[in-house]
Nanobody, 115 residues
Framework: QVQLVESGGGSVQPGGSLRLSCVAS????????MGWYRQVPGKEREWVAR???????NYVDSVKGRFTISRDVSKNTVYLQMNNLKPEDTAVYYC?????????WGQGTQVTVSS
């Protein structure tokens, strides 16, 4: 069973930065594709970023140039560095892991961007 534990959420003013972390256990991390989704109440969950086991990286257009996804295999951790945050980035952010043809979700961490 893959387990994911996110941290790093919080409240920040527009233009600020946050770094989310997600520690994975229960799978060979180096072979696991990792990513982030976000969800606003009343809306569908939105894919944000992905980093594959082969280090291929993709972002949704709305965060390109502002967010950076990375992974540290030695710590079984994936990061989402979020810069120049905007109010529309406010959401619950979920870490996901895909391996063995299955996708696992973390519990989510709240990010609030407000003045």
């Amino acid at each position: 069973q893959v387990q994911l534990v996110e941290s790093g959420g919080g409240s920040v003013q527009p233009g600020g930065s946050l770094r989310l972390s997600c520690v994975a256990s229960g799978s060979p991390f180096s072979r696991t594709d990792m990513g982030w989704y976000r969800q606003v109440p009343g809306k569908e969950r939105e894919w944000v970023a992905r980093i594959t086991s082969g280090q291929s990286i993709n972002y949704v257009d709305s965060v390109k140039g502002r967010f950076t996804i990375s992974r540290d295999v030695s710590k079984n951790t994936v990061y989402l560095q979020m810069n120049n945050l905007k109010p529309e980035d406010t959401a619950v952010y979920y870490c996901i892991a895909t391996i063995w043809s299955r996708t696992y979700w973390g519990q989510g961490t709240q990010v609030t961007v407000s003045s």
